[in-house]
């Protein structure tokens, strides 16, 4: 496979679960990847995991701080001397009532899943080539679907799609195009821990399978972020593409 020879991506969240698996898709589809994640220790996990270490440059960052975002946007630019490709996926979630809601908690979820992805297409835009350049953001279904003791997680994921939506329209002058990827349950650290939470039962989550009665791994998403993001996918724009297992139907 080659549909990404010669081109260079930026993939957040890139030490773990999704994050993770969409760069070593990439890399082995031919891309060169600069993977950013704020965990030093689950990059180099990644780097073992890549086919071709040479073609994935780490950068470690914090991403909920804007001058980290913009740090690692330009030293995207500065060693990839293009950017193709920017894919979203730094993510996390709380499990909290609302009657217990702590406005840092929200602040926290926005500035990872919603202002960070925001920021890095600022910054990164000057960089992406009109005509093929590809912005894909990692939502959820949780952004359309009720998902009961996640408030916050699930608005900060509708804020995002309705963002990439939003900016696919702004940017189809530059035929720059938008894609928001929507994951079901997929099984990685970030759900691992959050089959119940003060009291409220999650296991509906693992309910919600219909196709393979499974939830969906990394390799799922990363398989249809790498469609999204190929030429396959260049009539693809600002819609949502739901990888669920039909878990929203
Ligand atoms: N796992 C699921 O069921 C599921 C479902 C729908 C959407 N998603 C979304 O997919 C994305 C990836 O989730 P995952 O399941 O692979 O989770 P994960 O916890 O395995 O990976 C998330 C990665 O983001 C990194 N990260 C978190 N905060 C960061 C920050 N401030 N700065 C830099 N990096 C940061 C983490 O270190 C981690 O490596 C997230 O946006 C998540 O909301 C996941």
């Avoid at 080539?129 to 003791?149: E, F, L, M, Q, W």
Wanted: aromatic letters at 6%; hydrophobic letters at 45%; proline letters at 5%.
């Amino acid at each position: 496979m080659s549909r990404y020879e010669g081109r260079r991506v930026v993939v957040t969240g890139a030490g773990s679960g999704i994050g993770r698996a969409t760069t070593v898709r990439l890399v082995r589809e031919g891309a060169t990847v600069f993977a950013v994640d704020r965990d030093d220790a689950g990059l180099r996990e990644t780097a073992g995991l890549v086919e071709d270490p040479a073609r994935m440059l780490s950068h470690q960052a914090d991403l909920s701080a804007e001058d980290e975002a913009v740090a690692a946007a330009t030293a995207a630019a500065e060693r990839l001397g293009r950017v193709d490709v920017l894919v979203n996926v730094a993510g996390i979630l709380r499990t909290t009532p609302v009657t217990s809601l702590d406005l840092e908690d929200y602040r926290l979820i926005f500035a990872v899943n919603l202002h960070a992805p925001a920021l890095l297409c600022r910054e990164l835009l000057p960089h992406l080539p009109d005509d093929t350049g590809v912005i894909v953001n990692v939502t959820s279904t949780a952004a359309t679907k009720a998902h009961p003791g996640m408030t916050g997680y699930a608005a900060s994921k509708g804020a995002l799609l309705s963002f990439s939506i939003s900016l696919a329209a702004e940017l189809a002058p530059r035929r720059i195009r938008v894609v928001p990827v929507s994951p079901g349950g997929v099984a990685t650290p970030l759900t691992a821990d959050k089959r119940t939470y003060a009291g409220i039962d999650l296991s509906w989550y693992a309910r919600t399978y219909p196709l393979w009665g499974r939830p969906g791994r990394p390799e799922d998403v990363a398989a249809a972020i790498a469609f999204a993001a190929s030429d396959d996918g260049a009539y693809l724009n600002g819609v949502e593409l739901r990888v669920d297992g039909g878990s929203h139907s």
